[in-house]
């Protein structure tokens, strides 16, 4: 069964139990237009695009500028999916090592229409659109994730983070 709007979308991730997750990103159809008219932009970093959130998931849209970077963080014990709508996204995965550095374990380039899964038990991660064009891609968090750690590559430390959002629940 396709998924063609995203009112479907948030439906059935509305009613489905975590482990379907995948199964119902895959079965995206949604057109990138409806997620262009969402979709915020700012020059200077990403931005997150709360598309629906209740006490069990958060659903948002990213939107990437060429260059744009997450710094690297953790997931605050929350399971992550990501689908990526649009463009080509690098993710670093890290393991700290015994001074609490995070460590490169994993880099793999993330592609059109490709799920990704990432939690703190695989590890640290980071998010880079390295094309010199716009990325957009589609996260489901179970469940929502209020604050989060990330390494502060200046201090050479972990700082916590409360997250925010560019825009709005829609749903």
């Not at 958060?58 to 744009?68: F, I, P, R, S, T």
């Not at 963080?73 to 080509?88: F, K, P, R, S, T």
Request: charged share 25%; hydrophobic share 30%; net charge negative.
């Amino acid at each position: 069964m396709s998924i063609n709007t995203i009112s479907e979308l948030v439906k059935e991730i509305s009613s489905s139990k975590k482990e379907e997750i995948k199964n119902i990103i895959n079965n995206l159809a949604i057109p990138i237009s409806e997620f262009e008219k969402i979709g915020t932009w700012d020059e200077n970093h990403y931005t997150r695009n709360c598309i629906a959130r209740t006490k069990n998931y958060e659903l948002l849209l990213l939107c990437w500028q060429a260059g744009h970077e997450t710094p690297i963080h953790c997931h605050n014990d929350q399971d992550c999916w990501v689908y990526l709508l649009e463009g080509a996204i690098t993710e670093n995965q890290y393991k700290n090592n015994e001074a609490e550095i995070p460590v490169l374990t994993v880099s793999k380039l993330m592609t059109e229409k490709g799920t990704y899964f990432i939690n703190d038990d695989i590890g640290l991660h980071s998010l880079h659109n390295s094309k010199n064009k716009r990325a957009m891609s589609l996260h489901v968090y179970v469940n929502p994730i209020e604050e989060c750690s990330y390494f502060s590559k200046k201090l050479k430390e972990y700082k916590t983070k409360n997250l925010s959002y560019d825009s709005p629940a829609i749903f």
